[in-house]
């Protein structure tokens, strides 16, 4: 059975640091690429980051480069997200995906699994 558990979220202030984890079973983790998108309510899921298979090539959003950093660890099928100088914008749910085909302009739909979201809420 394929699961994909987020945890780290939480409330934080404007500027602050936050890291969110992903523990990933039920599939081969090393042959899949990883990502993670947010969603505020009303809108579409987007792109957040991605990292592939090896952990060598890591992919991000304008909206989040130079502040948010994808990492994975293949030996403990888990994958994470360091964000830093956090803002309100950055509030939303975040969600870390599976792909087990590298789609080269990702959109929600080419990602097959998919974690139940974790809050992140950026606010003074």
């Known amino acids: 059975q394929v699961q994909l558990v987020e945890s780290g979220g939480g409330l934080v202030q404007p500027g602050g640091l936050l890291t969110l984890s992903c523990a990933a079973s039920g599939f081969t983790f090393s042959d899949v690429v990883m990502d993670w998108f947010r969603q505020i309510p009303g809108q579409q899921r987007e792109f957040v980051a991605r990292v592939s298979r090896g952990g060598r090539v890591k992919e991000y959003a304008d909206s989040v480069k130079g502040r948010f950093t994808i990492s994975r660890d293949n030996g403990k099928s888990m994958v994470y997200l360091q964000m830093s100088s956090l803002k309100p914008d950055d509030s939303a749910v975040y969600y870390c995906?599976?792909?087990?085909?590298?789609?080269?302009?990702?959109?929600?739909?080419?990602?097959?699994?998919w974690g139940q979201g974790t809050q992140v809420t950026v606010s003074s």
């Open positions: 995906g599976a792909e087990r085909s590298y789609t080269p302009i990702i959109t929600a739909g080419d990602v097959d699994y």
